[in-house]
């Protein structure tokens, strides 16, 4: 069956920090479980890969088989912690197949952390993943957070230490932040508000070159090359931490991107973000797209750096629980689009009744977008992936927090 939404253009010219954009409601094109919308720019397929998925709040599709096609890695169970493992990625129908990584870290306990990352760590081609040895946000979220990387050897996992932070883990960034051809590592922890910096001098030897602590710092980053000088830079809850270059010990200058991410007070749900950076014109410096993960009555916005100053533009001016934000060329046309959607689990206590997960389909200048609805019942740290290798760019759908199913939105454009 086929949703579509027809509704009237509405079209309006506004003014918003320097800058003149179109805000425009078109079709809204909508996808329901089992259901393909028929668009003739873009269109998605859904299908369940996972029916026993148990606090997802950390999970990643990559390729960690080495088939072309990619698995989904994840940490079970994160609100008491679990074991990380992945589900091998197929394109037929069904259930995807469990792998176990590892049941406990080497050092005895569980995993649990807010997020996951995997990457060729160790520069020999295939995929590796990082681990937090951790007894999980709700049992205890002071508990010290001890990291691991496990390295992918044919099949074999072998376990490397990294280092501790005081903390549970909110978010995991790879970089190689020294050029020194070896993947470094930031981790931002929320019960202590603290920024670490991991330096690999090896396998086994990763030196913290930074430690912030400041009480502003929670959920949401991200890396990339800010001002162009080749040296990958950090944005942490709102906040640019500029790389110094090759000295990662030297001061990382600092600059407030925009109060409205930082200056919240109340409960655990303040300086909540989601945060995605991409170089999305091509000079080579990333741009910034925020919003608020956890509250209602925030924007979907995207920042770049013109000269001194940062200029933003409003793709849309309010999505509550913001809990996914990927920018990727959906559509194939040469702009990057903005995948950005509202967790079901977190909306309901926010009294919503909205949980629509959407495309903001780039009109080809950077300022204007159009969205395009392709679920209506939530999504939590969606991410983004080309899974089966044929050219366009695929979602993973994990409905909210608590969700114990998975799902793929398979782009049918190809």
């Not at 049941?103 to 990082?130: C, Q, R, W």
Request: aromatic share 12%.
């Amino acid at each position: 069956m086929t949703i579509k939404q027809k509704q009237p253009i509405i079209l309006a010219i506004c003014i918003l920090g320097g800058f003149i954009y179109s805000c425009k409601e078109d079709k809204k094109k909508v996808l329901n479980e089992s259901d393909e919308t028929i668009s003739k720019e873009l269109a998605f397929a859904q299908r369940k890969i996972v029916d026993s998925a148990k606090f997802w709040w950390a999970h990643t599709p990559k390729d960690v088989t080495g088939d072309g096609i990619a698995d989904v890695l994840f940490i079970n169970n994160n609100a008491s912690g679990g074991y990380l493992g992945f589900y091998k990625g197929q394109k037929e129908d069904g259930l995807w197949e469990l792998n176990i990584i590892s049941e406990t870290p080497t050092t005895g306990g569980l995993f649990a952390s807010g997020d996951l990352e995997a990457k060729d760590i160790d520069s020999d081609g295939d995929i590796d993943v990082i681990a937090v040895r951790h007894p999980g946000e709700w049992t205890d979220a002071g508990a010290s957070a001890e990291l691991f990387w496990y390295e992918n050897n044919t099949g074999e996992w072998i376990s490397h230490s990294i280092g501790v932070v005081p903390d549970a883990v909110k978010d995991v960034s790879f970089a190689d932040f020294d050029n020194d051809g070896k993947m470094d590592l930031s981790i931002l922890t929320f019960d202590e508000h603290t920024l670490s910096i991991f330096k690999q001098n090896a396998a086994d030897n990763w030196e913290r070159v930074q430690f912030i602590q400041n009480d502003f710092l929670h959920e949401g980053m991200d890396v990339g090359d800010i001002n162009n000088d080749g040296y990958p830079d950090i944005v942490a809850t709102g906040m640019v931490y500029y790389n110094p270059g090759a000295t990662l010990t030297n001061d990382w200058p600092t600059e407030n991107l925009d109060e409205m991410w930082n200056n919240q007070e109340g409960d655990w749900s303040r300086n909540g973000t989601k945060t995605f950076m991409r170089d999305v014109d091509g000079d080579g410096k990333t741009e910034i797209y925020m919003a608020h993960s956890e509250r209602a009555g925030y924007p979907l916005i995207a920042y770049k750096k013109v000269g001194s100053k940062w200029e933003s533009r409003v793709i849309k001016d309010s999505i509550p629980a913001c809990h996914t934000l990927q920018v990727y060329d959906f559509d194939l046309d040469g702009d990057f689009d903005v995948l950005a959607g509202i967790n079901y689990g977190r909306a309901v206590n926010l009294d919503k009744t909205n949980f629509d997960v959407s495309i903001f389909l780039n009109q080809g200048d950077y300022m204007n977008y159009e969205e395009m609805v392709i679920e209506k019942d939530g999504i939590y740290n969606g991410q983004a992936l080309d899974y089966d290798n044929d050219g366009d760019i695929d979602i993973f759908r994990y409905p909210n927090h608590e969700s114990k199913d998975f799902y793929i939105l398979e782009n049918k454009l190809n």
